[in-house]
């Protein structure tokens, strides 16, 4: 009955690095970290820099989302593809449901 089979990826956007950990969903164990710079941060140093360059430019927001997008779903991480087996599946054909989570402190 329900439990919970395959692989999830939880994703940390920091202000200097991205990091990624791979859970196996049925043991609810970590199978792999990786971690990488944050592509946004060639456009500032901080979030209030990276939202400036979102007002100040037509398609600053855009831009930022879809690096930041691309980081986390390309295989800069091929650490975390080769660690997931979902279903029996190997990672290339592994298919990937999002959830947006946002928390503040």
Known sequence: ????????????LGTTTVAVRLYDLASARERRT???????ASYGADVISRIQYTLDEPDGLTELSGRIRRQVSQADFPRIRAGCICRGRPASQAR??????????
């Open 34 to 40: 990786v971690s990488a710079w944050n592509v946004q």
């Open 96 to 105: 990937c449901r999002y959830r947006r989570h946002t928390a503040y402190a």
């Open 1 to 12: 009955g329900g439990e919970e089979q395959g692989c999830a990826a939880a994703v940390d």
